[in-house]
């Protein structure tokens, strides 16, 4: 019967500090690796090559660029990974789901 009782998460009241000078990173995708120690998550935003000058969108040339790498252990990406299932789920449930974009065959990543 042990195994058929749901487990019960206890929240911990420990106070959280959120520096107002805490960097900000707006990312636009992430792709990484796991080996037997941890998870490393690199964040990065597509950013085009050609800037100041107009461009044919079918020209568009985009790098991705890493802005940061994250390590989590595999208990801290296990939870990481659960909060943002559960909290794109709860998004959806009230705003509808989120559409993905076609993969656009005339933009070239580099």
């Given at each position: ?11 911990l ?53 890493v ?27 009230e ?16």
């Open positions: 019967m042990e195994k058929d009782k749901k487990k019960e998460k206890i929240d009241d420990i106070p959280i500090v959120v520096p107002s000078n805490i960097p900000k990173i707006y990312c636009t995708g992430a792709y990484g690796k796991y080996g037997s120690y941890d998870f490393r998550l690199l964040l990065y935003s597509e950013e085009p090559l050609q800037q100041d000058k107009i461009i044919n969108p079918n020209e568009l040339d985009v790098v991705r660029e802005l940061a790498q994250i390590i989590l252990s595999p208990l801290a990406a296990k939870q990481t990974a659960e909060w943002l299932i559960k909290n794109v789920q709860k998004f959806e449930e705003n509808g789901i989120i559409p993905e974009p076609s993969k656009s065959k005339n933009r070239k990543i580099i």
